[in-house]
């Protein structure tokens, strides 16, 4: 099994074109390619708590901020930053309300590097459990703009999270301007048995290129999106939706949709990703392929430069390596590696961000995703590796 040397990180499979670094990354390309945080909120300040976060007047209910081992006991034991009973998160008690109760809590003032910039995504853990609870919508408001955004993130009703913090994300659709509020926005309870919860609030924005600038975009909802199997490989991957066959290893539901809630009996079941079955038959070191569609860069400058971004996880005790390269001699730099397990085993069901650029030096070129089978004793494998977006 050939090891990793690991070369840039950071977001989803996407390939952009980022024309030049002059025209596009003004600033280090590093920093361009981490999408830097322009927000986080954890709810855990000793100066401001509530980290700029406020109730909006006018509604009948009001968030709360709540030490999760505090007596009363409150629904979730720990907050999702520190993972512990001392931690601090957001609560909305069902049974503090009636029916047709609203509550909407609003972020600080969120600046964009870029009067032009498009991207920003926001990441956050949940909690969303009860009958009456009504629905959580997440949107945007421009200052100096009355009127909300298009709703970026929505969930309806009791989420069957069972007292535990499940991730959140979603992109933002926000306006022109460069500053911006975000919303959280619960209507429509039916009465009091239930509770939402929010904690550990980040938003990333990319500067330079927008999604204008996009040439390839799979997520695998309906079918492998161009993407093929390698005929020579080993064995092929998978399309599933929630969890994968070994409860042991893999993620728990894909990373478009995310956490779906209790529509069926199984987890994530609205979205899908594609990952490696690293059970029999298959054998340590045993190596499946996907191939994309090609690529074709808008500009034959020797200048251009891409990049692949893509989410994964790697969780499992046998998990081997995952290898994300461009295929097509003419392509430089581009290499992405991991060896071992990826995911802290307290959030199985994270994804992780993935990203490295390359120079196609104006020639149309194919992405090679690599994936092989860790060692498991007695013919035992739990090292399922998934790929999405």
């Given at each position: 099994?050939?090891?990793c040397?690991?070369?840039?990180?950071?977001?989803?499979?996407?390939?952009?074109?980022?024309?030049?670094?002059?025209?596009?990354?003004?600033?280090?390309?590093?920093?361009?390619?981490?999408?830097?945080?322009?927000?986080?909120?954890?709810?855990?300040?000793?100066?401001?708590?509530?980290?700029?976060?406020?109730?909006?007047?006018?509604?009948?209910?009001?968030?709360?901020?709540?030490?999760?081992?505090?007596?009363?006991?409150?629904?979730?034991?720990?907050?999702?930053?520190?993972?512990?009973?001392?931690?601090?998160?957001?609560?909305?008690?069902?049974?503090?309300?009636?029916?047709?109760s609203?509550?909407?809590?609003?972020?600080?003032?969120?600046?964009?590097?870029?009067?032009?910039?498009?991207?920003?995504y926001?990441?956050?853990?949940?909690?969303?459990?009860?009958?009456?609870?009504?629905?959580?919508?997440?949107?945007?408001?421009?200052?100096?703009?009355?009127?909300?955004?298009?709703?970026?993130?929505?969930?309806?009703?009791?989420?069957?999270?069972?007292?535990?913090?499940?991730?959140?994300?979603?992109k933002?659709?926000?306006?022109?301007?460069?500053?911006?509020?975000?919303?959280?926005?619960?209507?429509?309870?039916?009465?009091?048995?239930?509770?939402?919860?929010i904690?550990?609030?980040?938003?990333?924005?990319?500067?330079?290129?927008?999604?204008?600038?996009?040439?390839?975009?799979?997520?695998?909802t309906?079918?492998?999106?161009?993407?093929?199997?390698?005929?020579?490989?080993?064995?092929?991957?998978?399309?599933?939706?929630?969890?994968?066959?070994?409860?042991?290893?893999?993620?728990?539901?894909?990373?478009?949709?995310g956490?779906?809630?209790?529509?069926?009996?199984?987890?994530?079941?609205?979205?899908?990703?594609?990952?490696?079955?690293?059970?029999?038959?298959?054998?340590?070191?045993?190596?499946?392929?996907?191939?994309?569609?090609?690529?074709?860069?808008?500009?034959?400058?020797?200048?251009?430069?891409?990049?692949?971004?893509?989410?994964?996880?790697?969780?499992?005790?046998?998990?081997?390596?995952?290898?994300?390269?461009?295929?097509?001699?003419?392509?430089?730099?581009?290499?992405?590696?991991?060896?071992?397990?990826?995911?802290?085993?307290?959030?199985?069901?994270?994804?992780?961000?993935?990203?490295?650029?390359?120079?196609?030096?104006?020639?149309?070129?194919?992405?090679?995703?690599?994936?092989?089978?860790?060692g498991?004793?007695?013919?035992?494998?739990?090292?399922?590796?998934?790929?999405?977006?």
């Amino acid at each position: 099994m050939a090891l990793c040397s690991a070369r840039h990180q950071a977001q989803a499979v996407i390939v952009w074109t980022l024309c030049s670094i002059l025209a596009c990354c003004p600033a280090a390309l590093d920093a361009y390619l981490a999408c830097p945080q322009v927000s986080r909120v954890t709810f855990e300040s000793s100066t401001d708590a509530w980290g700029g976060y406020s109730n909006e007047a006018g509604n009948s209910l009001n968030w709360t901020l709540v030490e999760a081992g505090s007596t009363p006991a409150n629904p979730i034991a720990i907050d999702a930053t520190y993972r512990n009973a001392s931690g601090h998160y957001l609560l909305l008690a069902g049974t503090n309300g009636t029916a047709n109760s609203s509550a909407v809590i609003s972020s600080p003032v969120v600046t964009v590097p870029s009067k032009f910039q498009e991207d920003c995504y926001i990441t956050f853990s949940f909690g969303m459990e009860g009958s009456d609870i009504g629905i959580l919508n997440i949107f945007t408001m421009d200052i100096g703009n009355a009127t909300p955004s298009t709703i970026s993130w929505s969930r309806t009703g009791d989420q069957c999270t069972s007292s535990s913090w499940y991730p959140g994300h979603a992109k933002l659709h926000h306006g022109t301007e460069q500053q911006f509020k975000v919303y959280f926005e619960v209507t429509g309870t039916t009465g009091t048995s239930g509770y939402i919860a929010i904690d550990s609030v980040d938003i990333n924005c990319c500067s330079g290129c927008s999604s204008s600038g996009r040439l390839s975009l799979a997520t695998f909802t309906s079918g492998f999106d161009g993407y093929r199997q390698l005929a020579t490989d080993d064995f092929d991957w998978t399309r599933q939706t929630g969890s994968s066959s070994n409860a042991m290893t893999g993620p728990l539901f894909d990373h478009t949709v995310g956490y779906s809630g209790c529509a069926s009996s199984t987890l994530g079941t609205a979205g899908y990703y594609v990952y490696i079955e690293s059970s029999l038959p298959q054998r340590e070191n045993d190596t499946a392929v996907l191939i994309s569609p090609t690529i074709i860069p808008p500009s034959t400058s020797t200048a251009s430069v891409c990049f692949v971004s893509f989410w994964y996880n790697m969780f499992g005790r046998s998990i081997g390596s995952l290898r994300i390269s461009t295929n097509t001699t003419s392509a430089q730099d581009g290499e992405w590696c991991r060896h071992r397990q990826q995911q802290n085993p307290t959030y199985q069901s994270n994804w992780n961000k993935g990203l490295f650029w390359l120079r196609p030096n104006g020639s149309p070129f194919e992405v090679s995703i690599s994936a092989d089978v860790g060692g498991g004793g007695g013919g035992v494998f739990s090292g399922d590796i998934a790929i999405d977006d």
